[in-house]
């Protein structure tokens, strides 16, 4: 079985490297010469893991091509890249390849789910199934093979199975699921939340205003994904309460970091000018903002968060803001 990962990036490289461990017929595709280059020669991704060493056994190239045959692509670019890539992968791929996605977001225009994109974008006799790999994995700990355990979620649970038994091993245990929505939705939304606890941080709050903020986070997380069809108990899981804590507690975080330079600035004006990585919880407080308004969810954190980011609101009103809502305004 050939596994193809899209991305050179940190979580591409971090899950080549899991499968190389498990001694997998793996490549890693990017776009990114220097990326590449350190993959092969020096067997580095110094961009992302500076010193760490990756398993010898990891290859990278650059030619698209490589797609052609695989059993397994695995899609490791930011979601707003994953349409197009779908696309100029879609020729290569041959008849029943599962597309394994990890992407936590929504689809920039449209909305959809990283799932709906994938299925969207790629001709259907080429695909077997989408199947998503997420839950709480900072990928600067799975390439050093920190204990992790995540989520395979496919409609199609043998295809779940089949990516279950391709990345487990001693360090990285896989459980499945079948609960694509209220999975997508709780990888999506804990990045909001992230930010959230990252500007909390920055303004000097601690620890009790950490479990408010998660505790909190969750029930909006909840609201909004069964309100499109989650189920409750998967919020529970990996891919809900897991992510949450992981991302809104970890120095790794780019959305936590993203919130903890806002907080301590008092402003979101040199992130916006400056800012050059992978924040997906930016664009995704977004898109909460705009469906929950029309669907009339109430999401009193990510609403702040969406308010910091996109009409300058001064971080530090945000707390009187949530704190002195009007106290009949009380969900479970
Ligand atoms: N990093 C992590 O710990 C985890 C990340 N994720 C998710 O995985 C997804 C990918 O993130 P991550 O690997 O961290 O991101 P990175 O920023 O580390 O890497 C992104 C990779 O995608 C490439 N890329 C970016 N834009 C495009 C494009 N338009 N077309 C083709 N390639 C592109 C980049 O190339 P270049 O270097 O040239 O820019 C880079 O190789 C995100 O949705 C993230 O939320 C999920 C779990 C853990
Ligand atoms: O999703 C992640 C870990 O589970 C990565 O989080 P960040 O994108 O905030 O770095």
Redesign the pocket.
């Given at each position: 079985m050939r596994t193809v990962i899209i991305?050179?990036?940190?979580?591409?490289t971090?899950l080549g490297q899991v499968l190389a461990d498990n001694q997998q017929d793996v490549i890693v595709y990017?776009?990114?010469q220097a990326?590449v280059s350190d993959i092969n020669e020096n067997h580095h991704n110094t961009k992302?893991f500076k010193e760490t060493e990756l398993n010898p056994l990891l290859t990278a190239t650059q030619d698209l091509s490589v797609v052609e045959g695989a059993d397994f692509v695995l899609l490791?670019?930011?979601?707003?890249?994953i349409e197009?890539?779908c696309k100029k992968i879609d020729g290569y791929l041959k008849p029943n390849t599962i597309v394994i996605n990890?992407?936590?977001?929504f689809h920039p225009e449209t909305n959809e789910r990283m799932s709906d994109v994938i299925r969207r974008s790629i001709s259907s006799n080429k695909l077997s199934s989408v199947v998503s790999l997420?839950g709480p994995?900072?990928?600067?700990e799975v390439v050093i093979r920190q204990l992790t355990t995540i989520d395979a979620i496919s409609l199609k649970m043998e295809d779940a199975k089949q990516v279950q038994m391709l990345f487990s091993n001693r360090y990285f245990r896989i459980y499945t699921g079948s609960d694509e929505i209220g999975s997508e939705l709780g990888a999506a939304l804990k990045?909001v939340m992230a930010i959230a606890s990252g500007i909390l941080s920055g303004l000097g709050y601690q620890d009790n205003t950490r479990a408010a903020l998660i505790t909190r986070g969750l029930q909006e997380m909840v609201r909004y994904g069964t309100f499109f069809g989650g189920q409750e108990r998967t919020f529970m899981g990996l891919t809900g309460i897991g992510d949450l804590i992981v991302t809104c507690t970890s120095k790794?975080s780019r959305n936590f970091e993203c919130g903890y330079q806002i907080g301590q600035e008092n402003t979101v004006d040199n992130f916006w000018a400056n800012n050059t990585?992978?924040v997906?919880g930016v664009r995704t407080a977004k898109i909460v903002h705009r469906v929950a308004e029309k669907n009339h969810i109430s999401m009193p954190i990510c609403e702040e968060v969406y308010q910091i980011l996109y009409n300058h609101k001064k971080p530090d009103t945000c707390a009187d803001s949530l704190m002195l809502r009007d106290l009949k305004e009380e969900f479970r």
């Amino acid at each position: 079985m050939r596994t193809v990962i899209i991305g050179s990036g940190s979580w591409g490289t971090a899950l080549g490297q899991v499968l190389a461990d498990n001694q997998q017929d793996v490549i890693v595709y990017g776009r990114n010469q220097a990326e590449v280059s350190d993959i092969n020669e020096n067997h580095h991704n110094t961009k992302y893991f500076k010193e760490t060493e990756l398993n010898p056994l990891l290859t990278a190239t650059q030619d698209l091509s490589v797609v052609e045959g695989a059993d397994f692509v695995l899609l490791a670019v930011p979601t707003i890249a994953i349409e197009d890539m779908c696309k100029k992968i879609d020729g290569y791929l041959k008849p029943n390849t599962i597309v394994i996605n990890v992407s936590k977001g929504f689809h920039p225009e449209t909305n959809e789910r990283m799932s709906d994109v994938i299925r969207r974008s790629i001709s259907s006799n080429k695909l077997s199934s989408v199947v998503s790999l997420i839950g709480p994995s900072h990928a600067e700990e799975v390439v050093i093979r920190q204990l992790t355990t995540i989520d395979a979620i496919s409609l199609k649970m043998e295809d779940a199975k089949q990516v279950q038994m391709l990345f487990s091993n001693r360090y990285f245990r896989i459980y499945t699921g079948s609960d694509e929505i209220g999975s997508e939705l709780g990888a999506a939304l804990k990045n909001v939340m992230a930010i959230a606890s990252g500007i909390l941080s920055g303004l000097g709050y601690q620890d009790n205003t950490r479990a408010a903020l998660i505790t909190r986070g969750l029930q909006e997380m909840v609201r909004y994904g069964t309100f499109f069809g989650g189920q409750e108990r998967t919020f529970m899981g990996l891919t809900g309460i897991g992510d949450l804590i992981v991302t809104c507690t970890s120095k790794h975080s780019r959305n936590f970091e993203c919130g903890y330079q806002i907080g301590q600035e008092n402003t979101v004006d040199n992130f916006w000018a400056n800012n050059t990585k992978t924040v997906e919880g930016v664009r995704t407080a977004k898109i909460v903002h705009r469906v929950a308004e029309k669907n009339h969810i109430s999401m009193p954190i990510c609403e702040e968060v969406y308010q910091i980011l996109y009409n300058h609101k001064k971080p530090d009103t945000c707390a009187d803001s949530l704190m002195l809502r009007d106290l009949k305004e009380e969900f479970r």
